[in-house]
């Protein structure tokens, strides 16, 4: 490792080696021990490269190459069959304790009555769907945790027709990559195609057993229980089966995680 | 020669008193880089881990909130939640990486022996905390890590591993549904990993003042792996 010692006839004199117990001690100079100690520090050097983080241009980039990592990562071990948690009836929060996380009003405005679900893109049936065809489709009701990005969760009792139903009923080709929605406040959303086909991902129209509420989306939002809350979006007025999205999500596009599976 | 080697011990003659130094080396490269690199994303982790706590400051339900805590904006890390989330999820890759190779360094070199804390330190431990905290006799020091270095470093190992295990179910519950259960659900691990980063928190303080405490040489010992004149030598 340090040949340059071995070959001074001085320090070869003094290069002894003693046993202290299960220790070896061999002999050197002051010089060489400063050398080998700063080679020791300088090979630490990589370490400093975090400080790219301190630079704005370098640092926005490589976070976003971070949170890009996190979602493929995070949809590498998302496993299509397996259920998220249920629970008892005993466990649900009072629907006036569930919270109303709206971006900008409670209430769109929508006209139920003429409400219908636009549907276009990867499928054989484009067109609007009424509500009542949704309801048609075979209904799962389910008390699953719907968990917030800003960290506080609630359990909550959801009915609606699964999402891989609806998909059949408009004919969807399933190898297209992604669901896109938009809704009556302008929120929008992306799903991917592996969890729009999870058994618990819903086209939701119940809350509690009772019609959705307009605070809490009415008359159709998303309950997707493997996905973080801002995923579930509300007043959904069209869906687009697709390979490419122009925009990610309302919040996505300011820099939150797109994948973020639960 | 064995000099790279972790025990290795060194002897020269300082040229300006002509004294007798003794150096050993304590600390490998895999270990030392692990540390600073794990070091800087533990920082990170935290800082940004409390902006992410202040999006919802408490423990209990979002209807009716009862904050729990206010973290001072200068403590946190991410400007906003999606920000600290972009740090959050960045770093703790950096973290759990540095982990692995530290963990697995220790185990497979055999170097843990070093600083793992076992049963037979236990009667080691109550000198110590006299000596520190009630002014009592410094017990001889026989080796690079005494009883209560072992606790600390194996408790602060513990912790750090708890907080992967936290903090994964707390970023997939659904994918670790098993390990949520184990914690007592989401809400739970939510909590737990809150306690955790407060315990490595407290262990990064305690740290800070023994470093500061015992001076320089163990400071450099942790950049270059050397250090100089070791008070367990015979």
Redesign the interface.
Known sequence: ??PQLACSTLRSRALRILA??????????????RR???R??L??M??VL?GA?AIPRLRDS??????A??DWA?SK???AG????TYPDSEL?PL????LNSYDVDDPEIDLGSWTLKVSGEVQRPGEYTLAQIQELPKVRQNT?H????????IGRFGGARISEFLKLVGADRRARFLYFECADDYYESLDMATAMHPQSLLCYEMYDQPLTRGHGAPLRLSL??KIGYKSAKYLTSLRVTNVLARKGY?ED????SFY?? | MRRGKPGAVIAFKAAKTGNLIRAAYEHPFAIRFCHWLNSVSLLILVASGLRIFMAFPSFGPKVPQKDFLHVPRLLTLGGWLGGALQWHFTFLWIYVATGIVYLGYHVLSGHYRQVLFTPRDLPGVWPMVRHYFFFGRKPRVTHPYNPLQKLAYTSATVLGVLSVLTGAVLYNPVQFSLLARLMGGFHWARVWHFAVMCGLVLFVVGHLIMVILHGWNNFVSMLTGWKKNPEYLP
């Open positions: 490792m340090f202290l117990g299960e220790r070896m001690e061999s002999f050197t100079d002051e010089r060489d021990f080998f100690s700063r020791s520090l090979k630490l990589p370490v975090v983080f490589l976070l976003e190459k971070g949170l990592f996190s995070s071990w998302f496993r397996h259920p998220a948690p929060a006036t304790q569930f919270p945790r968990i917030c990005v800003e960290g506080w969760d609630v229980p493997t919040w300011q820099g939150y995680s599976g639960l």
